[in-house]
């Protein structure tokens, strides 16, 4: 099991600009999440899903959309990148209601300048 | 509104310098308490979870305990390999509007051991 993979590691995006995060999970894990990580502050959850085809919002939802058509995949889209949305990106994932530990990726490091 | 609160923000020790670190949490219905270790530019990596008050969980030089209020992460004899940042997170057990979902995460503690 690679577990849950993240593209790309590192990117540097001018304001106004869009781009797609990608998240994988080959463990068959039916939740996954956003969470954005800054400097000094705890990992703050953007959007969630419960499966394919169900998604909704976490705290800090502005500025991003996701979607989530199969159960392996769930890319976070940013429209019209601004410099707050620079930040550390990490998906997570977990198997199901009765068991309650996320699994992280090794995240995506985004600038925006 | 959940909360979780990490102390100290830092901690150094000596390799062999056995410590805690303290976990303070408010949760409505505490559905989990999670500890992860995260090195730099790397993501968190799971290490306990804890679901009621008296658990312990042992991995190594590593022990996680909880009360009603906090959780401690005990360090026996730590190594330099077991610097790193110790982030604490909890599940509230409470259904309502998808908050059960969710982890709240403190700050982290970073550790650094020293040879």
């Known amino acids: 099991n690679a577990g849950v993979t993240q593209t790309p590691k590192f990117r540097i995006l001018k304001i106004g600009q869009s781009m797609t995060l990608q998240c994988a999970q080959d463990?068959?894990?039916?939740?996954m999440y956003w969470y954005r990580q800054d400097p000094g502050m705890g990992l703050k959850l953007i959007y969630y899903?419960?499966?394919?085809?169900?998604?909704d919002k976490g705290e800090v939802p502005n500025g991003y959309n996701v979607s989530r058509s199969t159960t392996e995949d769930f890319p976070l889209r940013l429209e019209l990148a601004a410099p707050s949305q620079t930040s550390v990106y990490f998906c997570?994932?977990?198997?199901?209601?009765?068991?309650?530990?996320?699994?992280f990726g090794p995240g995506t490091r985004l600038l925006v300048l | 509104e959940d909360q979780v609160t990490q102390s100290p923000e830092a901690l150094r020790l000596q390799e062999g310098e056995s410590s805690s670190l303290n976990c303070s949490y408010t949760?409505?219905?505490?559905?989990?308490l999670f500890w992860y270790r995260q090195d730099p530019g790397k993501g968190p990596e799971f290490l306990f979870t804890?679901?009621?008050a008296g658990e312990e969980k042992e991995k190594e030089r590593l022990k996680a305990t909880i009360t009603k209020k906090e959780s401690f992460l005990h360090i026996t004899a730590p190594k330099p390999e077991d610097s790193a940042t110790y982030l604490c997170?909890?599940?509230?057990?409470?259904?309502?509007?998808?908050?059960?979902?969710?982890?709240?995460f403190g700050k982290g503690t970073l550790l650094t051991v020293n040879p």
């Open positions: 997570a994932s977990r198997p199901g209601t009765r068991q309650e530990t996320q699994y």
């Open positions: 997170a909890v599940q509230a057990g409470r259904n309502s509007g998808g908050s059960n979902y969710k982890l709240t």
């Open positions: 899903s419960v499966g394919a085809g169900i998604t």
């Open positions: 804890l679901y009621s």
């Open positions: 949760v409505s219905g505490l559905r989990g």
């Open positions: 463990m068959n894990h039916n939740y």
